[in-house]
């Protein structure tokens, strides 16, 4: 009885092991040229592709005449601009990432 207690032990940290949740990245920068719902569309659908990316999101500037906000998920912790300039392939020729970092991980 106690081999059995011991082994069904071993497996419920294994199990516990394969259910642990990834850990998560959050980037953010800026992308010029987006102007519009559809413009928002293309840059999150693009860049979604992106290896380990979760979420995409495309903000409002900060503050009037700014530049778009980008705000990246992802459980890749080595995302780079140019990864993302990449990741557009056209469409890098409406929208210029301005930039992207690593913010923290969540």
Do not use: W
């Amino acid at each position: 009885m106690k081999h059995i207690l011991t082994l069904a032990a071993i497996l419920m940290a294994l199990i516990s092991c394969d259910a642990a949740e990834p850990a998560t990245f959050l980037y953010q920068g800026e992308v010029a040229g987006v102007m519009c719902s559809a413009c928002s569309s293309h840059v999150e659908a693009a860049l979604a592709k992106m290896k380990g990316v979760r979420t995409v999101k495309v903000l409002p500037a900060a503050r009037e005449g700014g530049v778009p906000r980008l705000e990246i998920t992802a459980t890749n912790a080595a995302l780079t601009k140019e990864d993302a300039v990449k990741a557009l392939g056209e469409y890098a020729r409406t929208y210029d990432i301005r930039s992207l970092a690593l913010v923290r991980q969540k």
